[in-house]
């Protein structure tokens, strides 16, 4: 079967960093992606990782290890706006494929 | 980023009625579209994967001639759902890819559908 787990709410306050966690298992991977969704709206793209290690981009980093079937999204210098939901997916297969999409993690970001 | 529109935004209509939602790649051409579905506070689940050319592929549970999906173009996918029901009142995502190498998709905005 397959299974990705994420936590579903965090907090955090303006100015710090926050890190979630994505754990998944798979019958296939083609890599993992990170998107981010506010209430009401279509998720938005933010990473994708497909070989192990750290990707960084502005405020946001994503982390890959395939090994452990582990990735994590950090986000520094928190913004009011970057309360929203964080979707991990991952990918099983060839381009075309569809993503598998983990519950989500609703992060609340207050001042 | 790739631009993916959907349309309607939001829809409300009588129980028994059908409805059509468009999803189109704007600035790119989708071989493949995805289709899926968001009750409140739950994550995306896929209902289908749609083919230009071809029948689509749906997942289990999903009614294939309740959500009729039909891939006209490389540009455009569209999802009917049939005969809607209260419990069909969900927001339907679409998304398509670009990338060669990778499964990166872009979203549509959604459509939020409510069936009365």
């Known amino acids: 079967g397959q299974n990705i787990d994420q936590p579903t709410e965090m907090t955090a306050t303006e100015g710090a960093i926050v890190q979630i966690n994505c754990t998944y298992q798979?019958?296939?991977?083609?890599?993992l992606f990170w998107y981010q969704q506010h209430a009401g709206e279509a998720p938005t793209f933010l990473s994708y990782?497909?070989?192990?290690g750290l990707e960084e981009k502005g405020r946001f980093s994503s982390f890959l290890s395939r090994s452990k079937g582990y990735s994590y999204l950090l986000l520094k210098e928190l913004q009011m706006k970057d309360s929203a939901s964080y979707l991990c997916?991952?990918?099983?297969?060839?381009?075309?494929?569809?993503?598998?999409f983990g519950k989500g993690t609703t992060l609340s970001v207050s001042s | 980023g790739a631009v993916v529109s959907q349309h309607p935004s939001w829809v409300i209509c009588k129980s028994g009625t059908s409805v059509k939602i468009e999803c189109r790649s704007l600035?790119?051409?989708?071989?493949?579209m995805f289709w899926y579905r968001q009750f409140p506070k739950q994550s995306l689940m896929l209902m289908a994967t749609s083919n230009e050319g071809s029948k689509a592929t749906y997942e289990q549970g999903v009614e294939k001639d309740k959500f009729l999906i039909n891939h006209a173009s490389l540009t455009l996918s569209t999802l009917t759902v049939t005969s809607a029901h209260p419990e069909d009142s969900s927001f339907y995502i679409c998304s398509a890819g670009r990338e060669v190498r990778t499964d990166t998709q872009y979203f549509g905005p959604g459509t939020r559908l409510t069936v009365l």
């Open positions: 990782n497909v070989l192990d």
């Open positions: 600035d790119f051409q989708a071989t493949t």
């Open positions: 997916a991952v990918s099983k297969g060839q381009a075309g494929t569809a993503l598998i």
């Open positions: 798979t019958s296939g991977f083609n890599g």
